[in-house]
């Protein structure tokens, strides 16, 4: 059983709307979780961290986490072409090192 | 930008040679990384360094090996390179224990022919 899942999509969104990208994992004891957006040919960035149930906001970007139904989630607010692009979600593992399992990705689409 | 460069940034070659892909660090970070990133498998861990000789496998290190000898270089070999390592490599170093941030270099595409 894969331990980080995410619908691949592609998730089209109109411009000016919201998206909202959903992850869910598989380890309990998971305590750091991430979203990266990958544009076509680059490398992943860091967009958001998230540690504590609840939402966190960063600009137009809030994750929501929901430990007991083990449950992520990305919404972009406003959405712009800019942000088409492939988010992919990260869980952080507890097995001494540092160390991230990465969800599949969806690739997100914002139509002008 | 978290000073990490890769080299080479492609590369083709045929199977059976082996092959070396170096990220290289300027921050001195303890941690590095080293994913394989495949259509429909998403960012894999092949290994990983948590220190200068001190190393260890992800999830895909079958036909991989690693060195760090110092702390701002780890090397990943292909000792005898496959149609199946065609991918695009990633580093990525972790800049403080405990939050488990991971930041990304630019990339290596591989081709084995």
């Known amino acids: 059983q894969k331990e980080v899942e995410q619908n691949s999509g592609p998730l089209s969104v109109p411009e000016g709307a919201i998206a909202s990208l959903n992850c869910t994992y598989s380890?309990?004891?998971?305590?750091?979780f991430f979203w990266y957006r990958q544009y076509s040919g680059k490398s992943p960035e860091l967009i958001m961290s998230i540690y504590s149930n609840g939402d966190k906001e960063d600009g137009r970007f809030t994750a929501q986490l929901n430990k007991a139904s083990q449950y992520v989630s990305l919404l972009i607010r406003d959405s712009q072409p800019s942000d088409s692009a492939t988010y992919l979600c990260?869980?952080?593992?507890?097995?001494?090192?540092?160390?991230?399992?990465f969800g599949q990705g969806t690739r997100l689409t914002i139509n002008p | 930008d978290a000073g990490i460069t890769q080299s080479p940034r492609h590369k083709v070659t045929e199977t059976g040679t082996p092959v070396t892909l170096r990220c290289h660090q300027t921050?001195?970070?303890?941690?590095m990384y080293w994913y394989r990133q495949d259509p429909g498998h998403g960012l894999r861990l092949i290994h990983y360094s948590y220190g200068v000789k001190d190393t260890d496998k992800g999830e895909v290190s079958d036909g991989y090996s690693v060195s760090r000898s110092k702390t701002e270089d780890f090397l990943l070999t292909l000792e005898s390179a496959t149609s199946s390592q065609t991918s695009v490599y990633f580093c990525a170093i972790s800049r403080t224990s405990g939050n488990n941030e991971q930041f990304f270099g630019p990339g290596t595409r591989l081709t084995v022919l």
């Open positions: 380890d309990r004891g998971s305590q750091s």
């Open positions: 921050e001195n970070h303890r941690y």
């Open positions: 990260a869980v952080g593992i507890i097995q001494g090192a540092q160390k991230l399992v």
